[in-house]
């Protein structure tokens, strides 16, 4: 079975909290992108971030594209934060790859920071 390309926006990019949960499971950083401009995304207790696609007002978000083994991909989601799941996401260059996004439940009553583009950014804000 070949691997899977996975889209990450906030603490499994490299360098971040949990970049280890893709490295333990062999996964391989392929390049940074940008998705379509049809996402929000909002800061769930400034800890991680909560990406979804709208049908109006969204931007593009950046993203890390990741190699991951097929077995890899569940034992990263098993460990990623409540409210967050797989599905697909469209890149800016139009091709569709796995990510993780958020479930509109957990954004309720959550800081939304679309206007930064991206988790990197929001927390160099300062």
Do not use: H
């Not at 940074?32 to 593009?60: F, H, K």
């Not at 890390?64 to 083994?69: F, I, S, T």
């Not at 034992?75 to 796995?98: H, M, N, S, T, Y």
């Amino acid at each position: 079975m070949k691997n899977v390309r996975l889209a990450v926006n906030g603490t499994l990019m490299r360098g971040l909290e949990l970049n280890a949960n893709l490295l333990t499971v062999g996964a391989t950083f392929l390049r940074e992108a940008m998705t379509e401009p049809t996402y929000r995304l909002w800061s769930i207790g400034d800890r991680y971030p909560a990406m979804i696609r709208v049908a109006t007002g969204g931007v593009a978000i950046a993203v890390e594209v990741w190699d991951v083994p097929p077995a890899g991909l569940s034992e990263i989601l098993w460990q990623e934060p409540p409210g967050l799941c797989i599905g697909k996401v469209r890149l800016a260059d139009g091709e569709i790859v796995l990510g993780v996004l958020g479930e509109a439940i957990a954004t309720e009553g959550q800081q939304e920071i679309t206007q930064w583009g991206g988790w990197r950014e929001y927390m160099n804000k300062s």
